[in-house]
């Protein structure tokens, strides 16, 4: 029988970690650090993973460069070797690349899962950690995947941190791909709990951001974006600028991060990975995002520091808020305090912290909180599922009322945290295996046929592994092949197939 962990630190599965074991095969399904706390400062902490359960582990697979931060733990430390591969795309290894750049600096610190504090990884171990990972073709942000795993005629589906939002920069998912699923691993971390789609949201907070950008501007106001420098800051600033053309003014945008420069131009080499419509702006040599003629004209600065920004008395500032707590957002408090300034939280993932750490800064300003991230909303994932219809079930690390009643005994909870009620077994285990065999070895089959199917006898020695491999003549051994009408006539094409 298979098993599944929940290896995450936090019950919050916009954290993840999980163990996948199939047969003798383990997988390490993405390697989140979870964040806990309200307020200030956030305590964030490493997977339940010991040295055992990583040298146990074959192959990791990366979602996204949100679940990307305790991979250095895997790879740099636990007896981790170059035997063992990690996946992931360009576009996550690049914003990853990013993401562990900034979590240095902000975080000297992290705490293990028994709660003891222990030093972050170095600069170093964070670059040997990149080295070691394997780019892929491709989610709710650009580069982002979801993972289909193949064992013999069993299928397991993992959906990580998702969006099914139309109309965003990064490409659709391709639902398509994924209805063949047997079983399906869900991280159903969502933007928010009402029934609304992630759509409606989107479109409400737009209207709301239009609304107090245009009031802030024509009084001389303020407006401050906490957001990531990444994912949701390229749609964000396409709506800013498109508030600027419809409003006939210009204002500059001011980026406060120290990784903003890069990731802003990275993000614009990636057209690739983009929906249609920014595929066709670059096969007219245009950018694929409008920030980059924004950076171009001047109208988009970012800043190393807030220290830099005040000479310019900016108007529209968007706010790293990883290092929330550092000396220049203090300054920038201060240097506002009493002025007309409007804050708007942007991301779901942090929005509660923010919007606390703000109401404890007792700054006297507006504060709204406006998701603008493309995160699935519970309804879109229920209606993900509904669309997919895995046969074997689906695990989830968390569900309300409304998940359970849809799903019933279909459905699997399986939380993180470390408890004993984070490993269960899965219904993957395959009675029938497939084998590889050699073209040479395929052109010697006689076919005939049994009602729809094909069938012929080839013998060999089967080498049990990863996968099974028929090598050499052994005629005291016999091997049924079994196939749709037309099957085996492909797999004499095939310098090496899989038979079913």
């Not at 993840?16 to 902490?45: R, Y």
């Not at 974006?225 to 396409?238: A, H, R, T």
């Not at 669309?387 to 689906?394: A, C, E, N, R, S």
Request: aromatic letters at 8%.
């Amino acid at each position: 029988m298979s098993h599944l962990t929940n290896a995450a630190s936090a019950t919050n599965s916009r954290w993840p970690c999980w163990i996948l074991e199939i047969d003798s095969f383990t997988i390490l399904l993405d390697c989140a650090i979870s964040e806990f706390g309200a307020s200030a400062p956030v305590q964030n902490v490493i997977p339940h993973l010991d040295a055992k359960t990583i040298q146990r582990i074959n192959v990791v697979l990366i979602s996204n460069h949100e679940t990307f931060l305790a991979l250095p733990y895997i790879s740099e430390f636990g007896g981790f070797n170059g035997i063992r591969k990690i996946f992931a795309t360009d576009p996550t290894v690049a914003f990853g690349k990013l993401r562990l750049e900034e979590f240095i600096r902000s975080n000297p610190q992290v705490l293990n899962a028994d709660g003891v504090m222990q030093p972050c990884y170095s600069n170093n171990e964070a670059q040997s950690c990149i080295e070691k990972i394997n780019r892929v073709s491709s989610g709710y942000c650009l580069g982002s995947t979801n993972w289909m795993i193949s064992f013999h005629f069993q299928k397991i589906l993992y959906i990580s941190t998702s969006s099914t939002t139309l109309g965003k920069h990064s490409a659709p998912i391709d639902i398509e791909a994924m209805k063949f699923a047997d079983y399906v691993i869900c991280n159903n971390a969502a933007a928010t709990k009402s029934a609304q789609s992630t759509q409606s949201t989107l479109q409400k907070s737009g209207k709301t951001i239009f609304s107090q950008l245009s009031r802030s501007i024509e009084n001389g106001g303020t407006v401050v974006f906490l957001c990531k420098p990444f994912g949701c800051l390229f749609d964000l600033l396409e709506l800013i600028e498109g508030i600027f053309l419809s409003m006939g003014m210009t204002a500059t945008v001011h980026v406060i991060s120290t990784v903003a420069n890069e990731s802003l131009k990275v993000c614009n080499i990636l057209g690739e990975w983009m929906n249609n419509e920014r595929k066709e702006r670059v096969f007219k040599s245009n950018v694929p995002l409008m920030h980059g003629p924004m950076m171009d004209s001047k109208r988009l600065l970012t800043h190393m520091s807030m220290h830099t920004v005040f000479v310019h008395k900016p108007q529209v500032l968007v706010l790293d808020y990883s290092d929330i707590e550092n000396s220049s957002f203090s300054a920038f408090l201060k240097w506002r305090k009493g002025g007309a300034c409007t804050y708007i939280v942007t991301e779901s993932d942090s929005a509660d912290f923010l919007m606390t750490f703000l109401s404890q800064s007792k700054i006297n300003s507006n504060t709204l909180y406006c998701p603008f991230d493309a995160h699935a909303s519970e309804q879109d994932y229920v209606t993900l599922l509904q669309t997919i219809k895995p046969g074997f079930g689906i695990v989830v690390p968390h569900a309300s009322s409304y998940f359970m009643d849809i799903y019933g005994g279909n459905l699997s909870v399986l939380p993180g945290s470390g408890g004993k009620n984070s490993r269960c077994e899965i219904p993957i285990d395959s009675i029938i295996r497939s084998v590889l065999i050699s073209k040479s070895m395929a052109q010697n089959v006689v076919l005939s046929q049994i009602a729809k199917a094909y069938c012929g006898v080839v013998s060999g020695t089967i080498k049990i592994g990863h996968p099974n491999i028929l090598t050499k003549r052994d005629y005291n051994a016999t091997k049924i092949i079994l196939g749709e009408k037309g099957f085996l006539n492909r797999l004499l094409e095939a310098s090496v197939s899989e038979v079913y």
